[in-house]
């Protein structure tokens, strides 16, 4: 698929059919907010939708504007594990196309408002008072909303539109990938390159290292070492594993690791309510993956991450 997708038209409405026929793609019994899909050429995109009459009171007419997050009014605090949110939060660092689709009052359709790019996130107080949600901080990036002092995001390569890197620090870092082109570094963050990435799913044989999810729109390559720390890192192999979005952002937040002879340490103070976290990590705790064992990440770089953890080393 071409971004931006040349067919969507802004200001222009469509229906829930007409929407899956243009990305090609199925929202089942209804359309979701935040909704992760992956090309035919295995890139990420994601489309985002907004309801005027929705649980939350989206203000999406500035040129930056705020989103709330993924997840039920009723059913306590907002997590950033979800897909939906982890890949919003995974898009301030490494932007991918954002399709932004909005629905006032009464009018029929989702009126298409352009690509918008994630600014920032935070956990805030809900309207009712009584829990937490996840409000992004978005900006429009085309169309009659968006901010002309701002500048290109990094997806707009993919899209088609150049951009200049800023210069690199002194001293730089910029080391080569296979392909001979070379990290680039944004004011969003360090971006490595398709190439690389596609080089992690082939060693991982398209699969997530921990619970062996296989789909790909499920999955994102991950660091040892944060890549905005060591951007010198950023496109070494031993360095990046391939998770899916959830136990990725679990793994940021060090609520997990792992150590060189491939076995699952979890975080003593992380105790999951959710069935399925506790399963795939607390239940596991200690156990030998041979996944993590086999995958190739270098030793060098899973000590220095674990001795970096307030927790290590584990009980």
Not at 21 to 49: A, K, M, P, Q, S
Not at 146 to 151: E, K, M, Q
Not at 249 to 261: G, I, P, R, V
Not at 263 to 287: F, I
């Amino acid at each position: 698929m071409e971004h931006p997708h040349p067919e969507v038209e802004h200001g222009a409405r469509y229906d829930k059919e007409e929407i899956e026929e243009l990305f090609d793609t199925g929202f089942g019994y209804h359309v979701r907010g935040i909704t992760v899909r992956n090309d035919d050429e295995g890139e990420r995109y994601v489309l985002l939708f907004s309801r005027d009459d929705g649980p939350y009171a989206d203000q999406v007419s500035a040129g930056r504007f705020t989103y709330v997050g993924e997840g039920l009014p009723d059913k306590g605090d907002q997590s950033p594990d979800t897909l939906g949110n982890a890949a919003l939060i995974e898009a301030e660092s490494d932007p991918v196309p954002i399709y932004f689709f909005h629905q006032a009052g009464d009018d029929p359709g989702w009126e298409y408002r352009g690509r918008v790019a994630v600014e920032g996130h935070e956990m805030v107080a809900g309207p009712d008072g009584e829990r937490e949600v996840l409000e992004f901080e978005m900006r429009h990036r085309d169309g009659p909303e968006a901010d002309p002092t701002a500048t290109a995001d990094v997806d707009g390569a993919a899209a088609g539109v150049g951009v200049d890197a800023p210069e690199p620090p002194a001293g730089g870092f910029a080391p080569e990938d296979t392909t001979g082109r070379k990290v680039t570094e944004t004011r969003a963050g360090v971006r490595v390159s398709e190439s690389f990435k596609q080089s992690i799913y082939e060693r991982f044989d398209g699969r997530c290292a921990l619970t062996g999810i296989d789909h790909p729109s499920l999955l994102t390559v991950a660091h040892v070492l944060p890549r905005t720390e060591r951007p010198d890192i950023a496109e070494e192999p031993g360095n990046a594993l391939l998770l899916n979005w959830t136990h990725h952002a679990a793994f940021d937040a060090a609520l997990w690791t792992f150590d060189e002879a491939g076995r699952l340490w979890v975080n003593p103070e992380y105790e999951p309510a959710d069935r399925w976290m506790d399963e795939s990590l607390r239940a596991r705790h200690g156990e030998r993956l041979d996944r993590l064992r086999e995958g190739g990440v270098a030793d060098e770089y899973v000590g220095r991450r674990n001795e970096s953890l307030s927790w290590w080393p584990p009980n």
